[in-house]
């Protein structure tokens, strides 16, 4: 017992997890050791933004993540399990614009408010290793990296089309894009041709893509949802001679991954940013007031592919290589993306939607090329793209039937013979585009000289630190625009290279930059370059990464590319190019919405007076701890008046179906939290939290201290037979608790721990045997009730901190099930059940199920007229 002095009959959380965690602090448990002796753990979480509150999201995810590491702590392992801070972006800076003050204030605000919510639901992790990307230590060594891949031709800069916010004047990634407007402006957005700064993602394409193949530890789909964005296509690269165009442009280079459609082409189109058709819109107003209607479109690929199909014909034409005589006429297309192939297409109508409703609305030919063995379609002319069997009307297979993947290696070798093109393996992944135009991101270490170009800052001055103020005044986030562009005591510089008055670059960098690197800088985070290598040889690769199935594509694949870069820059050993080992990505929490639809009046908008008001309908959301559910309905508690109930979905401030941790841990403790989030559902799935489900936890892990308390006062005497069935029932429980954790299965782990304690209160086995299956049942806890676990453990004399103690092992030959329990169905219906020796014979079971008495009374004093005995399974009884 400690001195502590608290009365350990009464389980009280709000006592009992402060001193836990005070004393888990004192005794460093969770600062990460290098021990060459030991095997090494490194168990990691997406970090957080610090938008200021942690949600049940934050809760569930981090509570996995704890769970992984205090297992494997138990298992002897050291473990790195640490904390960190996705600090830059928009939301600070629109935070600024908003409410004023500036963006650090906020951000470093945010994270202490938030680092005290996570505190309390003690979380194993190392705090001392903690940093946020905004610190200058932590992104003044990302700009050393940025310098060592400019040398090594990883980093470069180029013409690029962006989606630029004419109102926030800055570019906007495709995420920010929603349909069609700037996410925080409204505005429409335009495209925009900008010099950015790329790093060189697709020179590693075919790279990333086959290593997926290695990523067993990782979902399937997300393993899919990366080789798609990758996107290996072989297709035929070749040009069409041109007729009519101007001097430079005598041919029009084209791929395609459907070169067996070649014979169905009936026009030619180029993307509004193709050099073709910049050279038309100098020279011909039309065609420039065209192009620029396509520009004022979104750069995404899906707002590209639904907006309305827009072409002009630009009198050009180009001949067919199969035939020189067929001329086809080349249009520009809002459709087509300058990025991928050669940003010009051949139009196959009869055989792609798209180019089948451009071709529709403009009345261009449609030919058919092969017809579909089976299938209807929606349209007489057009028979989709798949890779079924179909037979050629015209092709370069005659009337063969071939599959899609025939057809199109069969066109290739054809053309290739015929000297009409070649054979081209592309990827659809783009270099990474990471120029932001603003101020709250990682400087780009560059400067601008007149003299000598573009040139790295030196190492020595780096941090390249953001400016707080501007020359002793507050910066000024109302004014459209990146602040640096306006900061000319920042902005100008003398070059690094000759001394000359020159110019830094102002641009900053994508935020996702700074999350490609963190897991590395945990090995080491106070090093003074990027990485220690000694450090990231014995920590990396994170052995469990876990987050949210929304980053599966661009996080992931970027910080898959950004270790490849480290290796090759000397930041990472070469073992650690894949930095995670396995990934789990977990389901959301959700909650049922409470709403009620409201009448209003609109008297005024903007300066006019409206006579009579305009009336509205709009929907009103509650707070969980506004409503009462009752079994007539739920009601406003305020009011008294009825509210709707809408089915659980994810938890969202707008619509108010969120449920505060802090006040969970304030009205039941930490550990409540903490195992409900476990217990619901697998933890790939949603879990939707109910008041009811938390209170039905608080009660469970009360009953588990007080048995605990009954058999630490206990000194009821040895019993043979149930000693040995309840240590039996603990060995099933630490194998089952064991495979549970170890699948991420943590829902089953939860039930075992349930069962183990209802065999506790039950068994009549002595006061030692007790104690000894309740110091396993506090082992078995720990991960996920880690405060309640130390309580129990302390109770039952164990010896130093529960989590330190050597995870159990179960013993394979309780494991063995001497006897079986089958049900007895009587007319299909289950009567009860019976208990008999897994090798009994039959004729005894049979025996024995005549004589339950559930079956003498279904029998009435007759026979029956089938007995059928499954062994190991059911005994079944027809009257």
């Known amino acids: 017992m400690t001195d502590e002095g608290q009365d350990m009959s009464r389980y009280e959380p709000s006592q009992s997890e402060a001193k836990w965690q005070k004393a888990w602090d004192a005794a460093q448990l969770f600062a990460a050791r290098h021990d060459p002796a030991r095997p090494k753990y490194y168990v990691l979480e997406m970090f957080p933004y610090p938008s200021g509150r942690i949600h049940m999201g934050h809760v569930r995810n981090y509570t996995m993540g704890d769970v992984v590491a205090r297992y494997k702590m138990a298992q002897g392992f050291s473990v790195l399990h640490p904390m960190g801070w996705d600090a830059f972006g928009m939301p600070a800076e629109n935070a600024a614009m908003e409410r004023g003050g500036h963006p650090k204030d906020w951000t470093y605000g945010n994270i202490a408010d938030m680092k005290d919510q996570m505190r309390p639901l003690g979380f194993s992790l190392d705090w001392t290793r903690e940093f946020a990307t905004c610190d200058p230590e932590y992104y003044g060594q990302q700009q050393a990296m940025f310098i060592d891949m400019l040398s090594a031709g990883l980093v470069y800069r180029k013409n690029a089309v962006v989606n630029w916010d004419p109102v926030d004047m800055t570019v906007l990634a495709n995420e920010q894009v929603i349909d069609g407007k700037g996410w925080r402006s409204g505005a429409a957005v335009e495209r925009r041709e900008l010099t950015q700064w790329f790093f060189k993602i697709s020179d590693y394409s075919e790279e990333l893509l086959d290593a997926l193949d290695g990523l067993k530890d990782w979902p399937e789909k ?21 007729k009519g165009a101007p001097d430079g442009f005598e041919a029009l280079e084209v791929y395609t991954t459907r070169p067996d459609t070649l014979l169905g082409a009936s026009f030619a189109a180029i993307s509004p940013d193709h050099p073709l058709a910049k050279h038309l819109e ?7 007031d065209f192009v620029a209607k396509c520009r004022a479109g ?12 827009l072409g002009m014909d630009t009198g050009i034409t180009v001949r067919h290589p199969l035939n020189t005589e067929v001329e086809l006429p080349v249009w520009i297309a809002n459709f087509i993306l300058m990025d991928y192939g050669t940003g010009a297409i051949f139009g196959c109508p009869a055989h792609d939607a798209r180019d089948f409703e451009f071709a529709t609305k403009y009345e261009l030919p449609i030919v058919p090329v092969f017809e579909p063995l089976e299938g209807d379609y929606p349209a007489a002319e057009f028979v989709p793209l798949k890779s079924e069997k179909v037979r050629y009307i015209r092709g370069f297979a005659g009337d063969e039937v071939q599959t899609g993947e025939q057809g199109v290696a069969t066109a290739i070798a054809i053309c290739e013979e015929n ?30 000289c007149d003299t000598c170009g573009v040139v790295p800052e030196k190492k020595e001055n780096l941090p390249v630190e953001l400016p707080y103020d501007q020359d002793g005044a507050p910066i000024d986030f109302s ?22 008055p020159a110019q830094r670059e102002t ?26 290598l000694t450090e990231a040889a014995y920590w990396m690769n994170v052995d469990q990464y876990i987050g949210g199935i929304e980053h599966a594509i661009l996080h992931l694949l970027y910080s898959r590319f950004f270790a490849r870069a480290m290796a090759k820059t000397g930041h990472l050993p ?25 009448i209003a009046q609109i008297i005024s908008e903007g300066d006019t007076q409206l006579d009579p008001p305009k009336t509205i309908k709009r929907n009103v959301y509650f707070l969980p701890e506004e409503v009462n559910k009752t079994e007539n309905g739920a009601f406003e508690i305020a009011t008294g008046a009825p509210i709707e109930v809408i089915p659980p979905t994810k938890m969202s401030k707008s619509k108010k179906n969120v449920v505060d941790p802090m006040n969970i841990i304030a009205a039941f403790g930490a550990d409540t939290a903490r195992f409900f989030v476990m217990s619901d559902s697998p933890p790939e799935r949603d879990v939707e939290w109910t008041a009811a489900g938390a209170e039905a936890t608080s009660k469970f892990l009360n009953r588990v201290h007080r048995i605990a308390d009954e058999i630490a006062s206990s000194d009821a005497p040895a019993d043979a037979a149930e000693d040995a069935a309840l240590l039996k029932a603990a060995h099933k429980a630490i194998d089952e608790v064991t495979r549970s954790i170890e699948g991420f299965t943590f829902n089953k782990a939860v039930a075992a721990l349930y069962a183990l304690s209802n065999t506790l209160s039950k068994s009549k086995a002595g006061a030692g045997a007790k104690r000894d299956a309740m110091r396993l049942m506090a082992q078995l806890m720990a991960p996920m009730v880690p405060h309640l676990a130390e309580d129990v453990w302390q109770m039952l004399d164990g010896e130093g901190f529960v989590i330190a103690a050597q995870w159990p092992v179960a013993d394979p030959a309780l494991l063995v099930e001497d006897s079986v329990t089958l049900p007895i169905q009587v007319n299909g219906k289950r009567r009860s059940e019976l208990t008999v020796p897994k090798d009994m014979p039959k004729e005894e079971v049979e025996k024995l199920a005549l004589a339950d008495e559930h079956v003498i009374k279904a029998l009435a004093g007759g026979q029956p007229k089938k007995l059928i005995v499954v062994p190991g399974r059911i005994v079944n009884v027809v009257i």
């Not at 100098?282 to 420039?288: C, S, T, V, Y």
């Open 222 to 242: 997300v393993r899919l949802m990366q080789a798609n964005w990758i996107g290996k296509s072989r297709g035929l690269q070749f040009a069409f001679s041109t």
């Open 282 to 288: 100098r020279h011909n107003p039309a065609i420039a």
């Open 298 to 309: 979104g750069t995404t690929e899906e707002a590209i592919e639904t907006a309305e199909k």
């Open 419 to 448: 000297g009409i093109g070649q054979g081209v393996t592309k990827f659809r992944l783009r270099d990474w585009g990471l120029s932001r135009q603003r101020y709250w991101g990682c400087p780009i270490p560059v400067v601008h």
């Open 479 to 500: 004014i459209p625009g990146n602040p640096l562009d306006r900061h000319p005591s920042w902005r100008d510089c003398p070059c690094p290279n000759c001394g000359a």
């Open 507 to 532: 641009d900053t960098m994508d935020t996702f930059v700074d999350s490609s690197w963190y897991y590395a800088r945990f090995t080491s985070p106070h090093a003074a370059t990027p990485t220690d």
């Open 574 to 598: 070469p073992e650690a190019i894949e930095p995670f080992n396995a990934l789990f990505t977990q389901g959301m929490v959700t909650h049922e919405i409470y709403m009620r639809e409201e």
